[in-house]
Every structure is written in structure tokens, then in C-alpha cells.
């Protein structure tokens, strides 16, 4: 259950045990079920969540009220070019930056989050690159997602990377209750936004 060490057992009732010894008793009892530790389960959940932001083919970042980043993926350091890719690297992510310095378009995240929006799109042009910014209010003005893509791509590349993360959210159906699950929302809510992943004009 991933609990190896004391610091492991977080003891928070969640369970409906008293503590974890408790719960693991009767775990082996076969009295209790694996999904019941909450701890466990988030934490599935969140290695799940981060796998398939990984494999998102556009560039994905969370961002929170202060526009400090929370996570992204490693299309969304691209953007910020090879010194951020560098610093990236060396501090093993970007979490905790200030997205000021990261990137140019940081103005449209700390609009969304001032204005609690559900969905908002931009068309940016910046260093000869024509961007397309999806911002999704993930909590309204604490948290939100952004989603990036260069209009530059070739419409073939496009095409195919679509069908790749079709195939994906199709098997990871589980991992879209999961995450529905962190987020709090529904999971037709969160497989949605996963779907303007594919097709951004598709609201
Ligand atoms: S929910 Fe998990 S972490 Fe919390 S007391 Fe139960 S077994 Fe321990």
C-alpha cells in the first residue's frame, strides 16, 4: 500500500480506520479494501495525471493565483527556450517559478485568473511564432491550466498527434475518473477538457 516507512502512515482517518496499522489489519483480514486508503489513491492518481500530461503533444501548464507553475510538460518548456530548457534541467522542473520569467504571455493567465473565466482563447504572434493559448479555469481564480500550441506545426503532424492522444484518453479511461477525482470534478467535465486538448475549437 506504499507505506514502508513511519513517516508513511499519515494516520488521517481517511480510511474510516483509526490509523494505518488498523486499516492494514483488516486489509489482511480481507475486511478492507485497497481503494479505501484516500492517501494511496490521490497519490495514484497524481502519478496517473502526470503521465498523461507528459504525453499531451502541446505544450501544458498549471499556474496558480500568485502565477507561480505548478507543473508543466516538457512541450511547455520548449517555449521558453533553450535558457529555460537549461534551467529546467538543472532544478529537474519548473514547479514553484514565477511565470513572469518564463514566458511572454504570462499577462493572459493573470486575466483569467483575475476573472475566474471557465474557457479563454488567445491568438498570439511572438518571435515569428504563431501561438494558439487555451486557458482553462481549473479552480476559478486560484488555479488554472493553459494550453499552448504553435500554429506553425505542419497540419499532418497535427492530425496524427490528435489521433495518438485520441488513443490515449481511450485508454485511460480510468485515469480520466482519476483525475476528475483530484480536480474535483465531474469526469465528463474533465474529459472534455482533455478534448480541447484534441481539438482546441471543439468548446
Ligand atoms: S486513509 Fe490511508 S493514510 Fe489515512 S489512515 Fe487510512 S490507511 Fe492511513
Redesign the pocket.
Known amino acids: ?1 506504499g507505506k514502508r516507512t513511519k513517516a508513511d ?7 474510516g ?1 483509526d ?2 496499522r488498523e ?1 492494514a489489519v483488516a486489509l489482511l483480514d480481507g475486511k478492507a479494501e485497497r481503494e ?5 489513491m490521490r497519490k495514484e492518481a497524481q502519478n496517473q495525471a502526470s503521465v498523461l500530461l507528459r504525453k499531451m503533444p502541446y505544450g501544458v501548464v498549471l499556474v496558480d493565483e500568485n502565477l507561480r507553475i505548478v507543473d508543466t510538460n516538457a512541450k511547455f518548456i520548449d517555449f521558453g527556450g533553450e535558457e529555460i530548457t537549461m534551467i529546467s534541467d538543472a532544478l529537474g522542473g519548473l514547479a514553484g517559478a514565477d511565470l513572469r520569467k518564463i514566458v511572454s504571455f504570462h499577462k493572459y493567465f493573470a486575466a483569467v485568473l483575475a476573472s475566474g473565466e471557465e474557457t479563454s482563447e488567445f491568438d498570439i504572434r511572438e518571435d515569428k511564432r504563431n501561438l494558439k493559448l487555451s486557458i482553462i479555469s481549473i479552480r476559478p481564480n486560484k488555479l488554472v491550466c493553459g494550453i499552448i500550441q504553435n500554429m506553425d506545426d505542419s497540419h499532418l503532424m497535427k492530425e496524427i498527434i490528435s489521433e495518438k492522444i485520441r488513443e490515449v484518453i481511450k485508454q485511460n479511461a480510468e485515469s480520466v475518473q482519476r483525475i476528475a477525482y483530484i480536480l474535483g470534478e465531474s469526469a465528463s467535465f474533465t474529459e472534455s477538457v482533455l478534448n480541447t486538448v484534441i481539438d482546441p475549437d471543439k468548446k
Open positions: 500500500m502512515e499519515l494516520n488521517c482517518s481517511g480510511c480506520y490509523n494505518c486499516y479505501m486508503c484516500i492517501s494511496q
